[in-house]
């Protein structure tokens, strides 16, 4: 049948792929499997961090090469293809580790990581970090700050959840305790946890505010290689943000250009995104419309295209403020400054919030867009709206209008306050 594969694998059969990642934990040779020693003794070649080579069995014929830098040990390994090689990582090779890189590295050469790669796991700081505190691994999410915005761990923080994060280095734990003071979680407790499973394991433990009042004291020295685990307090009297669309309008800094709450929440049920899909923004004012895509569902990324330098930079603001740093921005005036889009990744779906009323500005945003994409734009002015019944004309799509009407209070009295009605277009490419 067509699509249909069905392979029988030996127990332990991993001799056949020509390179083997061998996860190695903290306490050595102690954590080799029978299977992995006797793989490594089979290999002509091992590459790994000094550390871990020295744990090798010292009649061991293979030859050791250090680790350099991950551009130069990626070509090593792969000018190796079709000779027995190991490499050595720590722990778990497969989560946030240098097996992943690895299948990365070989489905970008053409190959097939499944016939090409074996990977035996070890317990990685995860695992064990769990272990050691008692906490049911599968209710916690496991993140990484290495190399990575530590604002982007704000995006987690919620009451009760509980986050276990592979630190950068020695200074995280005090960065990410600031994070969560600055979110209105300084209860919170952190505790940072190192070479787990080896002879000199250890820990420190304090509250996030504890951390933030103290960072040079020196009992919270902490190795470079560590893992914190994160239990959330939100503190009395503070408020948690939903990943839900239609954050309160006072979490964004703005100038008044903001698509307001009801009609945020609209919108981002008109631009549905999904895990890994890309939006241009185009007039992204203080960006509320990207960020909160970039919220909405994991690894989606986005590009806030703004031509007001002071609204640009508060976009990245309110980017770090809400737990998504790695939101790219782009300082153009739009339809004149399209051609600076041609570097940037196509997008997935576009929304139009500023400039509507451009000439020509739909229609080449909508060339931009591969079959299948989306293009959503909220029309506010009488003359946005002529221009987005004229495309409609033209292609089609759904149209909705969106009138919102909150109360205020007029002395001892309540009114409704009638905001500003919208006509909004969401229009699939064919």
């Known amino acids: 049948m067509s699509g249909v594969s069905r392979e029988t694998t030996a127990v332990g059969n991993t001799a056949a792929p020509w390179l083997t990642v061998v996860g190695i934990g903290d306490d050595g040779a102690a954590s ?63 989560w946030f580790g240098l097996g992943s890189t690895l299948s990365q590295a070989l489905q970008q050469a053409g190959h097939d990581p499944q016939r090409e790669m074996a990977v035996l796991p070890t317990p990685g700081a995860f695992s064990l970090a769990a272990a050691r505190l008692c906490w049911p691994l599968q209710d916690c999410l496991c993140l990484t700050a290495h190399g990575r915005p530590v604002a982007a761990l704000r995006l987690h923080f919620a009451p009760g959840q509980r986050l276990l994060v592979l630190s950068h280095d020695g200074q995280t734990a005090a960065q990410v305790a600031a994070e969560l003071c600055d979110c209105g979680y300084g209860p919170s407790q952190i505790t940072a946890l190192w070479h787990l499973g080896g002879i000199n394991e250890g820990r420190f433990s304090a509250r996030a505010d504890h951390f933030s009042a103290n960072p040079g004291s020196e009992d919270q020295t902490i190795p470079a290689l560590n893992t914190l685990a994160i239990d959330c307090v939100l503190a009395e009297g503070a408020r948690p943000l939903s990943r839900t669309p239609g954050l309160p309008d006072e979490a964004f800094e703005h100038d008044g250009q903001l698509t307001k709450r009801e009609a945020r929440a609209l919108t981002l049920m ?32 986005a590009l806030a295209v703004e031509r007001d330098p002071l609204r640009l930079a508060r976009v990245v603001r309110n980017a770090q403020a809400l737990g998504v740093p790695t939101l790219r921005t782009m300082l153009a005036d739009l339809p004149a400054g399209l051609l600076a889009l041609d570097d940037e990744q196509p997008p997935d779906v576009i929304f139009v919030g500023g400039g509507v009323s451009r000439p020509g500005l739909l229609d080449k945003l909508w060339s931009r867009l591969p079959a299948g994409g989306r293009l959503v734009t909220n029309a506010v002015t009488l003359e946005a709206e002529q221009v987005v019944l004229d495309f409609h004309r033209r292609h089609g799509g759904e149209l909705r209008r969106l009138a919102v009407s909150r109360t205020q209070p007029v002395g001892r009295l309540t009114r409704w306050d009638t905001l500003a009605p919208l006509t909004q277009l969401c229009a699939e490419k064919p």
């Open 32 to 94: 080799l499997t029978a299977p992995a020693i006797a793989i490594i003794r089979a290999a002509s070649m091992v590459i790994g961090g000094q550390r871990s080579l020295d744990h090798l069995p010292a009649d061991c014929p293979a030859q050791r090469v250090g680790w350099t830098t991950l551009d130069q040990t990626l070509d090593t390994i792969l000018a190796r293809r079709g000779q027995p090689t190991v490499v050595l990582a720590t722990g778990d090779p497969m």
């Open 270 to 301: 008109a631009l549905a995104p999904w895990p890994g899909a890309h939006l241009w923004d185009i007039g992204a004012g203080s960006g509320s419309i990207a960020i909160e895509w970039m919220r909405a569902a994991p690894r989606t990324t």
